[in-house]
């Protein structure tokens, strides 16, 4: 980017270069990317928190390369004196660190206990610009939004978590409306960033919105919709842009991409470029009543199977759906730096290559 | 209707409360957890009506018969202790206590209070260990076995166990007196217990850290385990714990003087071993395909069992707590004798203490 171009959104930046921003879970998938991008941007004192020293190779690297100074804290967000050391001195906080896993109670403390005890850490202090908080497009509810609509920030969120068995999900709703009570409560300045499917070099599997292989064979079930996906790249941009631009707190964005492919285009590409596989079509109507099918014999049987095919799920993931970042970038200027062709073109050589 | 609470809102509350749902007669009052929102989303999640951040406030506000604890293992004991004072059952998950002294007492309580405690060794309580219990209370072995081998694997690869406490150093497992083991191995031991006899028992324990934790730079856990117990009566059983062992067997083998038996956990079989022999070359053809029937049997069984809504990952639970709530309803024995709790929390901590864990070395 030139340095023009730079000076000038500077001048919309809530936080200065040398201010301290911290970066929670930042060794992760997306979480080294912000870093990087940080880097570029010219922040110069950044504070990483990660949650174990291993992994750290690439982030070290990140940091080597830069003449920023880049701080180093391991800790877990469960622990509040964690929280505290982290969170002290720092103006704005990146938190993408979150809970992952099929545990509704690991993903409830990964994600929205971790988040209220980093948010406390944060009251204590009085340098805070702004709290960038990650959540994901998966917190909206699917059935309640009728097929071929927009996707979009107004659309209703998830209320019925047993029955979407979805822990990731639900830990990320909990987080959500944490960071909102906080705003609400205590005047936290916050904007929520919610991005599709991240993909890219580091994420070794094809993304669950074009199907799934639980059954020994990938089962497609995506079919013309397009898939809300975002590039690794593009996704942190959008988040450090949510993060630093003026006028926006109080928000909450969706982050997806601009040319958005089609499930069918998606695993085209992939078979073609990565390597051929056997796959069938469901056709979302069938996939949708075996869901149901599904749904009942897991009630019937008292959980021997549990739930996790079920119809909320079914509809807010594979039901034909448009999606929108006209807010994204209308509030942050944010357009995706990587197009589809290039984007799509390096995480199928990553996959290629064995996921190296 | 009994009624019943939770103390600890975390990973294992979820199994808990999901077969305590299952259970006629029984009903979920309040649960508790020290930190509130974790209280409060296990509430939400099962719409029950009152949570608490002190157990005390669940125990005169709620009343229950029944307190299941699923804290870590650390609160057990004084947690175990308040509830029994209150005059509540109480359904332990494993390790029942930090210390064999601790078990003694909590059962020593329960007995004195005419109050109920068990240990959430549910693996015990699997159809193929209901199977094996039947058979050897048949007589198939041809007497008390004469040796017994329980294999039970940790598989670092699995992240559901391995990423939290790898990720964490400061995560509570290593932080329990037999650190990762503390936390594991009475399910194997466990079943060694129940057919050992009398309760003096001779322990040799030899464990080391394997090569895959040093290579990533974790010296202080150990994962490998082999045990050597034997009791009065000459009954001998090893013990195996292995973080290595590909696939992450969970086995227990029981030999007996006439026959033997082969349980595997992993896939709910349980191979029965005749000590019938078949002249000539018919001895290496006849008990292929017997053993094969064997399986093949077995294969029915659990489609048989799946079908009959019997086979849930959980059914060793659900199956425990049932017979722990009947035994409170009824005031019969309790599923898990005492002596079995007992022995196997000294037997744990005499081999935490022979390979240089924290825990006290105590006589067993």
Known sequence: MLDQQMDAMRQNWIVGKSDLLLITGANGFIGSKVVEILLEYGFTRLRCLVRSSRNLSELQQIADSSKAEVEFIQGNLLSRADCRRAARDASLIFHLAAGTGKSFAGCFMDSALATRNLLDAVLEGTHLKRFLSVSSLAVYSGLQIRPGDILDEKCPIETDHMSRYDAYCYGKIKQDEIVLTYGKEHGLPYVIVRPGVVYGPGKKSIPGRVGVDTFGIFLHLGGNNKIPVIFVDNCAEAIVRSGIVDGI???VVNAVDDDLPTSREFLRLYKENVHPFFSIDIPYPVFYHLNWLWEKYSKWSEGQLPPVFNRRNCAAYYQMQ????????????????VPFGEASRRYFEFMKNGGR | MIRVGIIGCGKVADKHIGQILRIQGCK??????????????????FGIKSCFNDARDLLSACRPDVIHITTPPQSHYDLARQCLDAGCHVYVEKPFTLYSN???????????TNKKVTVGHETQFMPVARDMRRLINDGYLGGPPVHMESIYCYDFADERYAKALLGDRQHWVRSLPGGLLHNIIDHGIGKIVEYLQGDEVTVVAHGFTSRFLETIGEHGIIDELRVIISDSKRITAYFTFSSQISPALHQFRVYGAKNSLVADHEHQTLLKVPGKTYKSYLNQFIPPFSNAKNYFDNGCRNIRRFLRKELHAESGMYFLMSLFYRSVAENTGVPIPYRDIVLTARIMENIFGQIGCQSPICAV
């Not at chain 2, 979920?28 to 999640?45: H, N, P, S, Y």
């Not at chain 2, 601790?102 to 004195?112: C, F, H, N, R, T």
């Open chain 1, 249 to 251: 707190d109080g928000e």
């Open chain 1, 322 to 337: 448009r999606y929108s970042n006209r807010k994204l970038k209308e509030l942050t200027g944010w357009t995706p730096r």
């Open chain 2, 28 to 45: 979920i009052v309040g649960v508790c957890d020290q930190e509130e929102l974790m209280a409060a989303q296990v509430a939400e999640r």
């Open chain 2, 102 to 112: 601790e078990a003694e007492e909590l059962v020593a309580i329960a007995e004195k």
